[in-house]
């Protein structure tokens, strides 16, 4: 299944931002999905990650500003962004198939292309 991030764009701190993910095929197949992100110069950090039953982790930044849905029925995951900030700032990537070492995962082995977020201060 391959994966299609959109939604990106720039807005100001405290803004919001919805990101989608398309899946070109079932979603039903894939156990966990997530949202993962990469600032300049920084390592690759899960944002958010949900599986086909629901259950939910979200890394530790995001401290309630975030929310990850999943609508396996339409093949589509959504990450609703609230009060941004400026160390939010990178590509936004929808992924799919957890990497082992259980739950939470550390990070997915499949991801489409991503998005740019942008908030500036």
């Known amino acids: 299944v391959q994966l299609q991030a959109s939604g990106g764009g720039s807005v100001q701190a405290g803004g919001s931002l919805r990101l989608s993910c398309t899946a070109s095929?079932?979603?039903?197949?894939?156990?966990?999905m997530g949202w993962q992100r990469q600032g300049s110069g920084k390592k690759r950090e899960v944002v958010a990650a949900?599986?086909?039953?629901?259950?939910?982790n979200y890394g530790d930044f995001v401290k309630g500003r975030f929310t990850i849905t999943r609508d396996n029925a339409k093949n589509m995951m959504y990450l609703q962004m609230n009060s941004l900030q400026p160390e939010d700032t990178g590509v936004y990537y929808c992924?799919?198939?957890?990497?082992?070492?259980?739950?939470?995962?550390?990070?997915?082995?499949?991801w489409g292309q991503g998005t740019q977020v942008t908030v500036s201060s």
């Open positions: 992924a799919e198939e957890a990497l082992p070492g259980g739950w939470p995962p550390r990070g997915f082995k499949y």
């Open positions: 095929g079932s979603v039903n197949i894939i156990n966990a």
């Open positions: 949900i599986t086909k039953e629901g259950r939910i």
